[in-house]
């Protein structure tokens, strides 16, 4: 297949400007480029070259081999609580499967651990944010909560707890 590939290359590079040569070329060279990356695990970037080729070849079905590659990717971060990476993955691959969704649960239980935090519930939102583990700036509005909750106990005069608390930051 490769060296069927390299000969219509060559011959569409010779043919020169006769009709559509130059685009077969190009399209061929970016066909071989976008080959070498899945041959690298190199996804995204075979994913944007299938991308631009359309219905080249059979870029249509390596376009959705790539997304399923991305996915897993994405899903074994997600497992091992890398969920900005996950995001990102999930966000780009957001026609394949249910990725979509699963970009928009970040999404809410993000703004659900902040609603939780504006209501002053800083226990709660505490353990919400630290769920969401790296998603967006959720380490930081952990540590929020809880300067937050520190700041409640020391108003309410429980300075020792407050104590205990600021110590931990």
Same mark, same amino acid.
């Given at each position: 297949?490769? @060296?069927?590939?390299?000969?219509?290359?060559?011959?569409?590079?010779?043919? @020169?400007?006769?009709?559509?040569?130059?685009?077969?070329?190009?399209?061929?060279?970016?066909? /071989?480029?976008?080959?070498?990356?899945?041959?690298?695990?190199?996804? /995204?970037?075979?994913?944007?070259?299938?991308? /631009?080729?359309?219905?080249?070849?059979?870029?249509?079905?390596?376009?959705?081999?790539?997304?399923?590659?991305? $996915?897993?990717?994405?899903?074994?971060?997600?497992?091992?609580?890398?969920?900005?990476?996950?995001?990102?993955?999930?966000?780009?691959?957001?026609?394949?499967?249910?990725?979509?969704?699963?970009?928009?649960?970040?999404?809410?239980?993000?703004?659900?651990?902040?609603?939780?935090?504006?209501?002053?519930?800083?226990?709660?939102? $505490?353990?919400?944010?630290?769920?969401?583990?790296?998603?967006?700036?959720?380490?930081?509005?952990?540590?929020?909560?809880?300067?937050?909750?520190?700041?409640?106990?020391?108003?309410? @005069?429980?300075?020792?707890?407050?104590?205990?608390?600021?110590?931990?930051?």
């Amino acid at each position: 297949d490769a @060296g069927k590939l390299d000969s219509a290359l060559e011959k569409f590079t010779a043919a @020169g400007e006769f009709e559509d040569a130059t685009t077969k070329a190009a399209q061929i060279t970016a066909y /071989q480029e976008a080959e070498s990356n899945v041959s690298e695990g190199k996804y /995204q970037e075979a994913r944007a070259v299938y991308i /631009q080729l359309g219905d080249y070849l059979q870029s249509t079905e390596k376009l959705e081999s790539c997304n399923a590659a991305i $996915y897993s990717e994405a899903a074994e971060l997600k497992a091992n609580g890398d969920y900005a990476k996950a995001n990102e993955l999930y966000v780009l691959i957001s026609g394949y499967s249910d990725s979509a969704d699963i970009a928009s649960q970040f999404k809410v239980d993000y703004q659900a651990a902040t609603d939780i935090l504006e209501k002053g519930n800083y226990d709660d939102a $505490y353990v919400a944010f630290v769920a969401l583990k790296n998603y967006s700036d959720s380490p930081t509005k952990a540590k929020e909560s809880l300067y937050l909750k520190a700041e409640s106990l020391k108003e309410a @005069g429980s300075f020792d707890d407050a104590v205990v608390i600021y110590s931990g930051l």
